[in-house]
């Protein structure tokens, strides 16, 4: 009978630690619904991604790189999901954070002790003990370990998402940056040439002895002071794209196909309608840093939780056994033990969760000021960039083309000279850099509100095309 009903226990036993063993892998539904989109659009094409052969490939005209072709920011932000090394960085953080999960949820493996004993006089069978030992604490605290296990996850996904965040800022930012060195290039260029032929005309009159050495050298002196300006936006274009290509894990010969100009500054923009408070709101909704600290929080009242269950539990062992006597008798047998908590009660522990809790209680405070001020300057600076660039688009570039179309009439009926001419297409183009520069800021500024506001990613992410 002891016989039959050992053998049912062991049966027993068997199965159900076969069924705890037996706990799959976290999938990527787990991830928040940002990081989930991106997963997934990746995973769902293995194709997609562009290879080093392919990305260098030139194109048909222009010798452009196959697959790098961003009129928009929001491209560049697509393809570096789906390309960047940086990318693969921050999901291999994922999968890592899963297997957390995976590793919360396990059992502690069982002990398993087996002992022969010689039997007396050397006669009979050896007596034989085996036994299985399994931990308590371990089974009793799973569902508070996996709670808290959780609460690691979520934190270390919006910690992934600021920086995937900040990273996609700065891919928008290093766009901007390159299309607007373009921009300033171009004029200077136009700078420079009309330099240029202010001192060729100059040497002209010159030579024919109507203008004095001291006006020739304010011409020459003036095409100098171009020609170092052109070099400089040409070193500044030639740096804006390398930014580009670094962030995006590009080669020096992989040249992304970009812009000439910024987009213009838009006619009717509902977030410069936005106030501080409607900003802050989005924030605290949707921006990772101010989620990943509330979320820390509470990832914290979870330790606390588990550390309390541990301690109350006081961690102890199951133990079952069979003994095999030298007549071959079978007798099982059970046992247990106990961890007196008469020393290490928790206290410590709790008491550093308690001095951390308070830490990011600080730190959300600190973030939300620097959230409300941070998105209050970029408002004001959107607001003034805003009225600037319309200022110099509808009036004072129009004013200086109209000047320079009377001045070319009156040139043509010869009551005007060359050098006025050419001084008013002078203004012309600085007329021009105040507008790129103006547009530039505009453009920086709204960069930095959805960066703040935590919707850049949630836009990248939207359509599952990461291409």
Same mark, same amino acid.
């Given at each position: ?9 062991? @049966? ?20 928040? *619904? /940002? ?21 260098? =490939? ?6 452009? !790189? ?14 570096? &999901?789906?390309?960047? /090394? %940086?990318?693969? #960085?921050? &999901?291999? =953080? ?14 502690? !493996?069982?002990?398993? +002790? $087996? ?13 034989? +003990? ?22 690691? #996850? ?11 965040? =900040?990273?996609?800022?700065? &891919? ?37 002895? !109507? ?44 040249? /992304? ?8 500054? *838009? ?20 921006? *990772? ?5 509330? +979320? ?30 030298? !007549?071959?008798?079978?007798? $099982? ?61 509808? +009036? ?9 179309? @009377? ?8 009551? %005007? ?6 001084? $008013? %297409? ?11 520069? #103006? ?29």
């Amino acid at each position: 009978m002891i016989n039959s009903q050992s053998r049912g226990y062991a @049966l027993l036993l068997i199965l159900f630690l076969a069924g705890c063993s037996s706990l799959e892998p976290p999938s990527d539904a787990a991830l928040m *619904p /940002p990081l989930a989109a991106i997963v997934a659009g990746i995973n769902a094409d293995p194709e997609f991604i562009v290879s080093s052969e392919q990305a260098t =490939e030139p194109a048909s005209n222009d010798g452009a !790189n196959v697959g790098l072709e961003w009129p928009d920011p929001r491209q560049a932000q697509r393809w570096a &999901i789906a390309n960047a /090394p %940086r990318v693969s #960085h921050m &999901i291999a =953080e994922l999968q890592s954070s899963q297997a957390e999960i995976w590793n919360a949820s396990m059992l502690e !493996n069982p002990g398993f +002790e $087996l002992s022969f004993l010689e039997p007396e006089a050397g006669s009979g069978r050896w007596q034989l +003990e085996a036994g299985l030992e399994l931990g308590l604490a371990d089974w009793l605290t799973r569902s508070v370990r996996l709670d808290r296990a959780r609460a690691v #996850h979520l934190v270390n996904q919006l910690d992934v998402l600021d920086d995937l965040t =900040e990273y996609l800022h700065q &891919i928008r930012q290093a766009w901007l940056n390159a299309v607007a060195s373009r921009q300033q290039m171009a004029v200077h260029d136009g700078l420079y040439q009309t330099a240029f032929a202010m001192l060729e005309f100059a040497q002209q009159v010159q030579a024919a002895g !109507n203008l004095n050495e001291l006006d020739f050298l304010v011409y020459e002196t003036e095409h100098a002071r171009q020609q170092r300006a052109l070099q400089a936006a040409r070193l500044e274009a030639d740096i804006a794209i390398s930014e580009l290509q670094s962030l995006l894990g590009l080669m020096p010969d992989e040249l /992304p196909v970009l812009p000439d100009s910024l987009p213009k500054v *838009p006619e009717s923009d509902k977030q410069s309608l936005m106030d501080v408070g409607q900003a802050m709101n989005l924030a605290e909704q949707f921006q *990772p840093r101010m989620r990943l600290l509330d +979320e820390a929080l509470n990832q914290q009242l979870a330790a606390e939780r588990l550390i309390k269950r541990q301690v109350g539990l006081l961690d102890g062992a199951v133990k079952v056994g069979v003994e095999r006597e030298t !007549n071959s008798e079978r007798r $099982l047998a059970l046992g247990g033990s106990i961890e007196l908590p008469l020393f290490d009660r928790g206290h410590a522990h709790l008491a550093d969760i308690k001095a951390q809790r308070s830490s990011l209680q600080a730190q959300i405070e600190q973030a939300r000021t620097e959230t409300r001020h941070t998105i209050s300057q970029a408002l004001m600076s959107k607001r003034s960039a805003t009225e600037l660039a319309r200022q110099v688009d509808a +009036e004072d570039l129009p004013r200086h083309q109209r000047m320079l179309e @009377l001045a070319l009439q009156e040139y043509n009926f010869m009551l %005007r000279d060359t050098f006025s001419l050419l001084t $008013l %297409r002078e203004q012309v183009f600085d007329a021009q850099l105040e507008y790129v520069a #103006h547009t530039l800021a505009y453009w920086k500024a709204e960069s930095l509100l959805l960066k703040l506001t935590g919707i850049d990613t949630d836009d990248v992410a939207e359509t599952g095309d990461f291409q």
